[in-house]
């Protein structure tokens, strides 16, 4: 277990948060689907979680995304 995630594994559980799809996240992001899940696998890895959700719930608890940073429009 680690809590050092990448820019990119950041900015992806933040869109997560924001409840978007893999599919949406690469769109915004300019990646592609694999790239997505392949983001949130090794995120999901470095902070032991069992899925998408509740790896943004460790990274917002251990303070590696921000709460701020989840726009909910």
Request: aromatic share 2%.
């Amino acid at each position: 277990m680690s809590d050092t995630l990448s820019l990119r594994e950041k900015a992806v559980l933040l869109l997560v948060g924001e409840g978007k799809s893999s599919k949406e996240i690469g769109r915004q992001l300019y990646i592609s689907d694999g790239t997505v899940k392949r983001n949130i696998g090794s995120a999901i890895s470095k902070l032991g979680a069992n899925d998408r959700t509740t790896a943004l719930i460790l990274a917002l608890k251990r303070g590696l995304i921000n709460l701020d940073e989840i726009k909910t429009d």
